[in-house]
């Protein structure tokens, strides 16, 4: 009972030259709520028939709720070309639903703890016949139609490990469910994705996508994000995510979702 009151009372400890110096932090506690910056995919999180938002994210700020006595609202991103701006101006206080610490996030914002490993594979539209892909490098040919977009997996990794390639390159800022359209309308044949993304897909999706070769060469994490002066924010939030991993929730969160392997 003691941690948990002790947890609850994380946000209001901190002298107030400190909670001064974090204006996220600040602007939190004045509400009495955190306000998520969230993307829809799958099991990650999307909305029940009623509209109401569900699925891993929203079970994990459940206990950031209970532990501190603040409410959570979301908020969709609706760019990630912006994702700095967007949390510099205020339209959210932080990234929950967890993203890969990888290119495109490092030394861009304040990664939070570790959540879970990822890793990166390729996946196909289920409909297409892989039989005589055999290796990765059978991907490395002008046959090979890929999608990806900029400062994501296929637009980082894509023209590197397979240069002969074709590669759909959209641009930052479209959703990544853009990214799926074009594999069912038959624009592009394959997709980098990590597991997390592919599975939390799949959940909701099922038979659309299938794995076709593993690149666990790269095991990359996948974390929260906060403003790159929110210090005192991370510390917080982090304090209440190692207490939810100590009891083995978030174990058991990741397991209910299908996003630990």
């Given at each position: 009972?003691?941690?948990?009151?002790?947890?609850?009372?994380?946000?209001?400890?901190?002298?107030?030259?400190?909670?001064?110096?974090?204006?996220?932090?600040?602007?939190?506690?004045?509400?009495?709520?955190?306000?998520?910056?969230?993307?829809?995919?799958?099991?990650?999180?999307?909305?029940?028939?009623?509209?109401?938002?569900?699925?891993?994210?929203?079970?994990?700020?459940?206990?950031?709720?209970?532990?501190?006595?603040?409410?959570?609202?979301?908020?969709?991103?609706?760019?990630?070309?912006?994702?700095?701006?967007?949390?510099?101006?205020?339209?959210?206080d932080?990234?929950c639903?967890?993203v890969?610490?990888?290119?495109?996030?490092?030394?861009?914002?304040?990664?939070?703890?570790?959540i879970?490993?990822?890793?990166?594979?390729?996946?196909?539209?289920?409909?297409?016949?892989?039989?005589?892909?055999?290796?990765?490098?059978?991907?490395?040919?002008?046959?090979?139609?890929?999608?990806?977009?900029?400062?994501?997996l296929?637009?980082?990794?894509?023209?590197?490990?397979?240069?002969?390639?074709?590669?759909?390159?959209l641009?930052?800022?479209?959703?990544?469910?853009?990214?799926?359209?074009?594999?069912?309308?038959?624009?592009?044949d394959?997709?980098?994705?990590?597991?997390?993304?592919?599975?939390?897909?799949?959940?909701?999706?099922?038979?659309?996508?299938?794995?076709?070769?593993?690149?666990?060469?790269?095991?990359?994490?996948?974390?929260?994000?906060?403003?790159?002066?929110?210090?005192?924010?991370?510390?917080?939030?982090?304090?209440?995510?190692?207490?939810?991993?100590r009891?083995?929730?978030?174990?058991?969160?990741?397991?209910?979702?299908?996003?630990?392997?």
């Amino acid at each position: 009972m003691l941690k948990y009151l002790a947890a609850v009372f994380l946000f209001l400890l901190l002298p107030f030259h400190a909670m001064a110096q974090d204006k996220v932090l600040d602007r939190i506690v004045a509400k009495g709520e955190i306000n998520c910056g969230v993307y829809v995919l799958g099991t990650v999180f999307s909305y029940d028939t009623s509209g109401k938002p569900k699925g891993f994210t929203v079970d994990l700020m459940d206990q950031v709720s209970l532990r501190t006595g603040l409410k959570i609202k979301y908020t969709e991103i609706s760019s990630f070309a912006t994702l700095r701006q967007d949390m510099e101006t205020g339209k959210f206080d932080m990234i929950c639903a967890p993203v890969l610490f990888f290119p495109s996030t490092a030394m861009k914002f304040l990664p939070g703890n570790y959540i879970a490993r990822d890793e990166i594979n390729i996946y196909a539209d289920a409909s297409i016949d892989t039989s005589k892909i055999t290796k990765v490098e059978d991907l490395n040919a002008p046959s090979a139609r890929f999608v990806g977009m900029d400062g994501e997996l296929g637009g980082i990794y894509v023209p590197k490990l397979f240069p002969k390639a074709k590669l759909t390159m959209l641009p930052q800022g479209v959703t990544p469910a853009q990214m799926f359209l074009e594999l069912q309308t038959k624009k592009a044949d394959y997709i980098l994705l990590s597991r997390v993304a592919a599975q939390a897909y799949g959940k909701d999706n099922p038979n659309k996508i299938k794995l076709v070769q593993k690149l666990s060469a790269l095991y990359p994490s996948i974390r929260f994000f906060y403003p790159a002066d929110s210090f005192q924010l991370k510390a917080n939030v982090d304090a209440v995510l190692d207490e939810v991993e100590r009891e083995g929730i978030m174990q058991g969160l990741l397991k209910k979702h299908d996003l630990l392997f």
